[in-house]
């Protein structure tokens, strides 16, 4: 009986493996709540084209700050010696006109210059973009907690406080009317008591003037609907 040979099948070449490389990403360590100003400091130039609007911002205990004064505004309270901005180099005026009030008081019309004093910080906030804004909060978050746990809310989450305070300015109305002012001290009050009688928080969103107001407004209603997703995303 022959024997047939099998035929010999040519095995194709090994192919060499192939190393593939992986891009690793090395994430910044934050530093400590007691260090993190000079580590802000760096960073925030970042943030803005307008850099040199930063010149407002208070360089010192700056999460802290932002952290108490936001807790005390969502509250209504205005903290200004723990304000994360410096204070306006124009005081408020107002031009005196010829009405008086039912109590003889002499009535006086806000001046615009008033209101043009609020304009660089609106800028400012203006210039620095919402997502970003948000991707630095969600890293700076274990700081802020720890900060805010300082203040007596060890199991509570600040972004909460934050979305209240962002609610306040969002659900805050523009009064129709011209918003006038009675100086029966040295302080001036506004002459309407109901405006008079809201929390200092409001009254301080009022002097900011319709315009910075509604800029404000917009910025803040797209800063929050990307920091509750970014929430829900964590």
């Known amino acids: 009986i022959e024997t047939i040979p099998e035929p010999e099948i040519e095995q194709p070449p090994e192919t060499p493996a192939v190393e593939h490389e992986v891009d690793l990403v090395v994430v910044e360590p934050l530093p400590s709540l007691d260090e993190s100003d000079l580590w802000l400091q760096e960073k925030l130039p970042t943030m803005t ?28 309270v205005l903290a200004y010696e723990h304000s994360p901005f410096v204070r306006p180099s124009t005081a408020f005026s107002a031009k005196e006109t010829k009405t008086v009030d039912n109590k003889h008081q002499q009535v006086w019309q806000w001046d615009e210059s008033s209101v043009r004093r609020f304009s660089l910080y609106v800028d400012l906030l203006r210039s620095m973009e919402s997502e970003r804004l948000v991707d630095w909060y969600m890293e700076l978050k274990p700081l802020i907690n720890q900060a805010y746990s300082e203040l007596g809310y060890p199991d509570d989450d600040f972004t909460l406080t934050l979305q ?3 609610t306040r ?18 302080m001036y009050r506004y002459k309407n008591p109901q ?28 800063l929050n609907e990307k920091l509750a997703r970014a929430e829900s995303n964590s």
Not at 175 to 181: A, H
Not at 202 to 216: A, Q
């Open 49 to 76: 084209w307008r850099k040199e609007l930063l010149k407002l911002v208070i360089d010192d205990d700056m999460i802290r700050r932002f952290v108490v004064f936001t807790d005390n505004f969502a509250q209504g």
């Open 195 to 222: 405006i008079e009688a809201m929390d200092d928080a409001d009254k301080l969103l009022l002097r900011l003037g319709k315009e910075n107001l509604l800029v404000i407004k917009s910025v803040l209603l797209e």
């Open 164 to 166: 209240d305070a962002i």
């Open 169 to 186: 300015v969002l659900d805050m109305e523009i009064p129709k009317e011209s918003m006038e002012v009675i100086r029966p001290s040295v």
